[in-house]
């Protein structure tokens, strides 16, 4: 679904928001200290320093031509992906994400409709749907928003969970509820009026964003069963190696789930955690006798369309 974004009261200031990531050549100086160190050990995995050293320049560069094409009237911060769920999106902001497609899953759960532009700091390298422009396509945008255009945005569905205690969770490909190690997980388990005790390695509940990731694996593993788009108001759900006990059943492990359905689960074991799109440190912890609801998020992710030529 396309739309246009909505406009910003003329009071308020612009803030571009840059989100990127650290780079491979800036973790392996983390943990290795010296570039010596850090080219033995690539070496010693068949990869090279200037191959790294080539991918962080790509990166530094776009993110120095990203900033360099903001309007000077505009405010601008940085944000790195481990620290986000600290910093605070303002209604005003435009998000830059500067980087692969994971970081624009990453950062969506934090935003509240603000307009999100994905750059591909490395053409060709990395594309994927949620990164649509390169620098060029991503500074037209910026000039746009800056004339006071509404940019075209895709609006792609998103999942949420929601928990009896008033812990939350919201993603934009998938969430997971399930033992912390994967391990088995004990609930019941309630869809459309019937409900079932099972044991299982968790739930799966994906959007059609995520219908590439984790859900296009357990789908294709049943046969190839139909998902989501990435606009459309539902959601897929799958259960992993659920197990055939006389107190556990199998009947229910797949389904899709309307705009105003809901996946219930109630926690039959001691913990079970629920995180969104791989991100297990940022997790809600739900216990024994808890009841925990999945169901279609209220908020978007409005991903602008790179400019048409």
């Given at each position: 679904m396309t739309a246009a974004a909505p406009a910003v009261p003329a009071a308020q200031r612009r803030r571009a928001v840059l989100v990127h990531r650290r780079t491979e050549l800036e973790e392996l100086l983390d943990r290795h200290s010296t570039r010596g160190q850090a080219e033995f050990f690539l070496r010693t995995r068949g990869r090279s320093l200037a191959e790294v050293q080539q991918a962080h320049d790509c990166v530094h560069e776009a993110l120095a031509a990203v900033a360099a094409r903001l309007p000077e009237e505009?405010?601008?911060?940085?944000?790195?992906?481990?620290?986000?769920?600290a910093f605070l999106f303002a209604p005003e902001d435009v998000v830059i994400v500067v980087g692969p497609d994971g970081l624009v899953a990453n950062v969506a759960k934090y935003l509240r409709g603000q307009v999100v532009i994905?750059?591909?700091?490395?053409?060709?390298?990395?594309?994927?749907?949620?990164?649509?422009?390169?620098?060029g396509t991503g500074g037209e945008l910026i000039d746009r928003i800056a004339d006071g255009e509404s940019p075209s945005v895709s609006r792609r569905t998103m999942v949420r969970a929601r928990l009896d205690d008033g812990q939350e969770v919201t993603a934009l490909n998938e969430i997971y509820l399930g033992h912390a190690s994967h391990q088995s997980a004990r609930y019941r388990l309630d869809w459309r009026g019937r409900r079932e005790f099972q044991s299982s390695s968790g739930v799966i509940v994906?959007?059609?964003?995520g219908a590439t990731g984790w859900s296009?694996?357990?789908?294709?593993?049943?046969g190839g069963r139909e998902l989501p788009?990435?606009?459309?108001?539902?959601?897929?759900?799958?259960?992993?190696?659920?197990?055939?006990?006389?107190?556990?059943?199998?009947?229910?492990?797949?389904?899709?789930?309307g705009e105003d359905e809901e996946l219930g689960l109630v926690v039959s074991c001691e913990r079970l955690v629920v995180f969104g799109d791989g991100i297990e440190d940022d997790c809600c912890e739900?216990?024994?006798?808890?009841?925990?609801?999945?169901?279609?998020?209220?908020?978007?992710?409005?991903?602008?369309?790179?400019?048409r030529a």
């Open positions: 505009w405010a601008c911060t940085s944000v790195e992906r481990q620290d986000l769920a994905g750059i591909d700091p490395r053409p060709g390298a990395e594309r994927g749907p949620l990164v649509p422009c390169d620098v994906s959007t059609g964003t296009a694996s357990l789908a294709h593993d049943r788009a990435p606009a459309e108001r539902g959601l897929a759900w799958f259960v992993r190696e659920a197990w055939p006990s006389p107190a556990t059943g199998v009947s229910m492990t797949e389904g899709r789930l739900a216990v024994w006798g808890q009841r925990v609801r999945v169901s279609v998020a209220g908020s978007t992710l409005a991903l602008a369309d790179p400019p």
